[in-house]
């Protein structure tokens, strides 16, 4: 069983950058993909991006490409999501995932953290 924990959110301005941490519990995350998923109130969970087991591969949502990096320090068993140029369209809590394979869907993530919330003002 893999536990993850975020952190780093916060409140930030429109335009501004924030970089949140997704630590996991287990030696095991290295096998593991990552995904970013945020939901804002009253919306459905979204995709944000995800990271391979490796951290060579990434991709990313349309609405996030070029603003945010996904990275990952497997001996830190830690994957951080790095947003710059916020937007207040960006507020939501976000949470990371662990799943075995790289996905944008939400259903092939097995274990997920509580999420941090993000707020972007205008």
């Known amino acids: 069983q893999v536990q993850l924990v975020e952190s780093g959110g916060g409140l930030v301005q429109a335009g501004g950058s924030l970089r949140l941490s997704c630590a996991a519990s287990e030696r095991t995350f290295s096998n593991y993909a990552i995904g970013w998923f945020r939901q804002a109130p009253g919306k459905e969970r979204g995709f944000v991006g995800y990271?391979?087991?490796?951290?060579?591969?990434?991709y990313y949502a349309d609405s996030v490409k070029g603003r945010f990096t996904i990275s990952r320090d497997n001996a830190k068993n830690t994957v951080y999501l790095q947003m710059n140029s916020l937007k207040p369209e960006d507020t939501a809590v976000y949470y990371c995932a662990a799943g075995r394979l790289r996905s944008p869907n939400s259903s092939d993530y097995n274990y997920w953290g509580q999420g941090t919330q993000v707020t972007v003002s205008s």
């Open positions: 990271i391979d087991w490796s951290g060579t591969s990434t």
